[in-house]
């Protein structure tokens, strides 16, 4: 299957530069994959859809400010210089070693310190490269004497997609009502059209309502470069999903209540950990399940998600979950009705 199959055109003005508020007042189309219709609503419209066979799976991760600048020492021609440095975290490998992203990276070699600053110019991390690859720097840090995530909360920054230009001011608006696990790089976007008035109101209508974990890595904006798809190689995640969850999902989906993936990171956790006849493993893992069409679906039974980027992972998946033609035509319904995509986008529940 070729790239250029998941391609469309998008106007650059339905680019979502910021979100709606509230939360719920965002659009939502509604896709049937079987009957091929397609009817508009507004997000907080859900609570007239869901009911007490319905069971929502949401991810409680928590974005953290992953994007630090810094300084380090070089000395060309035995002259000591002081360069800038920018950080991405990727992902934690142990307690006190992250695997990062780097710009500039020929300055980032082995054993060399980083330091970062706060606003006042106050030494509060100090680091060094243990090892390098040809993707990666893997920068150890001492943790003693403070809180690594609360500091970098101080002195970092979310790193919002590279299509979002315009400065965020509340950078809440960027988390979901009940982020918990600190460790993404990037929001799971289709969990922020909820309020904790809207959750409340659907369990008061006996939605079931139960978490999972997924960080999402700072991959999952990159696109499809090869032209067989068959050809691209998935980034990986850490998933989570506790015993007791999985037990209870696993009863669910056997007792025939509908399993609603909010977002994509949802999606790829449950399949991961999908056995046949209906079964959910639990744990902890490592995934890089790539899901384009022709996928085996074991467990989700509707998805609730966004617009995704042209040639992307994502748009392959909803394609495999709703067949490629439902999704030209919704997204082609989409542009044609302004909806707003990506990020701080509109809303897309696919039955």
């Excluded at 469309?8 to 189309?29: F, G, M, T, V, W």
């Excluded at 069971?55 to 974005?63: A, F, G, I, P, Q």
């Excluded at 030494?123 to 150890?140: A, C, D, H, T």
Aim: net charge neutral; glycine share 4%; with cysteine.
């Amino acid at each position: 299957m070729q790239l250029k199959d998941f391609h469309y055109e998008l106007p650059e003005e339905l680019i979502a530069q910021s979100p709606i508020e509230p939360r719920d007042h965002s659009k939502l189309l509604i896709l049937d994959k079987n009957t091929k219709q397609i009817h508009d609503k507004n997000f907080y419209n859900i609570l007239d859809e869901l009911g007490e066979n319905d069971v929502l799976v949401v991810n409680e991760t928590r974005t953290i400010n992953a994007r630090l600048y810094g300084e380090i020492d070089i000395f060309p021609k035995w002259k000591k210089e002081i360069k800038k440095v920018e950080i991405l975290l990727h992902k934690q490998i142990s307690l006190d070693t992250w695997e990062c992203l780097w710009y500039p990276g020929k300055n980032l070699k082995v054993w060399r310190n980083i330091r970062f600053y706060d606003n006042n110019w106050t030494l509060v991390l100090n680091w060094f490269i243990e090892k390098v690859s040809e993707m990666w720097r893997y920068i150890k840090f001492d943790t003693s004497g403070f809180d690594f995530l609360e500091t970098i909360e101080k002195i970092g920054e979310i790193p919002l997609p590279h299509y979002i230009t315009k400065k965020l001011e509340n950078l809440e608006r960027y988390q979901t009502v009940y982020a918990k696990n600190h460790g993404s790089a990037a929001s799971p976007t289709a969990w922020l059209h909820f309020t904790k008035e809207l959750l409340e109101k659907l369990e008061k209508k006996w939605v079931i309502i139960e978490k999972i974990l997924l960080h999402v890595g700072v991959w999952t904006f990159k696109p499809v470069e090869a032209e067989n798809i068959l050809d691209h190689q998935m980034h990986s995640e850490y998933i989570e999903i506790k015993k007791e969850v999985a037990q209870r999902l696993s009863g669910y989906k056997k007792s025939w209540k509908k399993i609603i993936a909010v977002g994509t990171t949802s999606v790829r956790t449950l399949e991961s950990f999908a056995q046949e006849n209906w079964i959910l493993w639990h744990g902890n893992k490592e995934t890089s399940i790539f899901i384009y069409p022709w996928y085996k679906w074991k467990f989700v039974d509707s998805i609730i998600t966004n617009f995704h980027l042209p040639g992307s992972t994502l748009i392959m998946l909803v394609s495999s979950f709703a067949g490629g033609e439902n999704i030209k035509n919704a997204y082609a319904h989409a542009i044609e009705n302004k909806y707003r995509f990506f990020s701080f986008w509109d809303a897309m529940r696919i039955v």
